[in-house]
């Protein structure tokens, strides 16, 4: 039986179970690559760019120009939850509180989702025939937040300069662009002109108190992206990452990527199931699980962006 559950009896609370704040659900499942798997470990297949041959003469020999193949794997993940509620408790209760059960589960398994999805875009992905080839996330695909030559919070210049990075490496401009931001993000651009200005933002940012899109990208809030604790060295001038640069604290690592740069994969959607546990003195059991895997499928279809909390 959950020990949490006598907090929502009648002579305490009220009769509605309320929920607490919390990410309901995942809000980046939508904005990746998504695909259905059928085994523990799946595939997806890359082809790269190849160059054509000028023809220098009449009837000359076709040429034969090898297109360069490449894959990803992706390993599948199984999540579960599962929580007890006793007979006598839901006596005690004004409402059944099986169906606020099953919401949390989905919203937790919901988060577990896009937990998955932030680790792998900066983790380390696997390639080769057999995806034995651990490809790790190139310190040339990250960047830092800079203003007046130290390590800030996200600004216009960084994102200027991520903008540049998405058309430096040729990305499809037809592909959204996505940024995976928190709150203290949201904050710092809340306090830049030209993302507040309506000569800039159309959006205006602060009649809505939020940012929503911005020189191209589509801004996702979460609140469950990574901290790297160890110090980061950085051009001071132009925020890229640097060597011989300056050592930043801890930052926060946010998320910049065009929206087939990142891969979910489903093996087997959310499945919930309710029913009674005769081993428990026949206690409903609320029970949901999920089998998922996620992959960076492009080094250059994904950015981190270092900035100052």
Known sequence: MSNQISDAFVKQYSANVFHLSQQQGSRLQDKVRKESQKSKAQFFDRIGAVAAQKKVSRHSDTPQL?????????????????????????IKMLNDPTSDYALAAMWALGRSKDDEIIEKAHGT?????????AVTFPTSQSIA???????????????????????D?????????????????????????????ADYNTI???????????MGF????????????????????????????????????????????????TAQEVKGRISERDDKSYSTQVYACMGIGSTRMEE??????????
Not at 125 to 133: D, H, P, V
Not at 180 to 194: C, P
């Open 218 to 265: 589509k801004f996702v809030r979460t609140q469950r992206l990574l901290v790297d604790t160890a110090a980061i060295k950085y051009n001071t001038a132009t925020g890229v990452y640097d060597a011989g640069g300056t050592s930043g604290l801890a930052s926060r690592d946010c998320i910049f990527w065009a929206q087939d740069g990142l891969l979910l994969s």
């Open 125 to 133: 992905a696997y390639s080769g025939e057999e995806g034995t080839t």
């Open 66 to 90: 090898d297109t360069p193949h490449s894959r990803r794997m992706v390993s599948l993940v199984d999540y579960e939850w599962a929580d007890l509620i006793d007979d006598a408790d839901k």
């Open 145 to 167: 937040a800079v203003a007046s030559s130290a390590l800030s919070n996200l600004n216009v210049g960084a994102l200027r300069l991520a903008k540049k990075y998405f058309g």
């Open 300 to 309: 250059v279809k994904v950015l981190k962006v270092s900035c100052k909390e």
């Open 204 to 214: 205006r940012a602060l009649v809505a108190g939020d940012v929503d899109s911005f």
């Open 169 to 197: 490496n040729d990305v499809d401009e037809s592909v959204p662009l996505h940024a995976a931001v928190t709150s203290s993000q949201i904050y710092a651009m809340l306090g830049e002109d030209k993302i507040t200005s």
